[in-house]
């Protein structure tokens, strides 16, 4: 009767002993399998970016001193002490318009960007690109505009010499240009709506620069 009754006992344990050791597995494989992933979508995704790049000509060439835009007087007023060039002039502002994740590859003939010893009626020719455009924000939570693989580049004319033939126009020399390439490739991150000094290009053999400087913001229109 004893060995009955032990025996019930003992059957009765394990029967138990495996019911919560199956209630443990279900409760760990619950709480191991991941969560389902939330579906996000990005709220910037239609947002449009209007973006403006400055090319600053710097010389010490006598030339007149023209007025700058005003979102730039504080920059160039920064120039000024980094690089102390006599005059600083507008020489292009290009203005265009790209999506938030999206490229710009623009390409366009210009006057020349240099100051030559003469004067010169000879075009520059040159191209403007970014792989990708994003916006996002920084350490500080603060609005920023991501450029990857931003590119510009050149072909600018440049006074090598004097020709012996005489130009149409009169007995005075012709003057000989050969095209020299120029240009600049990086990626940067800048302050939404900020204007920031991407880079300086010294042309020509007076020591002239070209200094771009790149801004841009989120727009709703």
Do not use: C
């Not at 399998?33 to 239609?46: E, I, L, M, N």
């Not at 120029?182 to 990626?187: A, E, I, V």
């Amino acid at each position: 009767m004893n060995l009955r009754k032990s025996l019930g006992t003992f059957l009765f344990v394990i029967l138990l002993l495996g019911v919560v050791v199956a209630g443990n597995r279900s409760v760990l494989a619950q709480s191991s399998s991941p969560a389902p992933a939330d579906v996000q979508t990005d709220k910037d995704d239609d947002v449009n970016l209007d973006t403006q790049l400055y090319l600053i000509v710097a010389t010490n060439q006598e030339v007149p001193n023209e007025k700058l835009p005003v979102a730039l007087e504080s920059l160039v007023k920064q120039l000024r002490t980094s690089l102390p060039f006599k005059n600083y002039r507008l020489a292009a502002t290009l203005i265009n318009r790209v999506k938030n994740n999206g490229r710009l590859n623009l390409k366009w003939i210009g006057g020349p960007l240099g100051v030559t010893p003469a004067p010169s009626i000879n075009p520059s020719f040159n191209e403007f690109k970014v792989n990708n455009v994003k916006v996002g924000n920084d350490a500080a939570g603060q609005p920023v505009v991501r450029m990857e693989g931003f590119a510009f580049g050149a072909r600018i004319p440049i006074q090598t010499g004097v020709s012996s033939a005489v130009a149409s126009n009169g007995p005075a020399p012709m003057a000989v240009f050969n095209y020299e390439s120029t240009g600049l490739n990086t990626d940067i991150s800048m302050r939404e709506g900020e204007p920031v000094v991407v880079g300086t290009l010294h042309v020509g053999p007076s020591g002239d620069a070209i200094i771009l400087v790149i801004s841009a913001k989120r727009t709703n229109k």
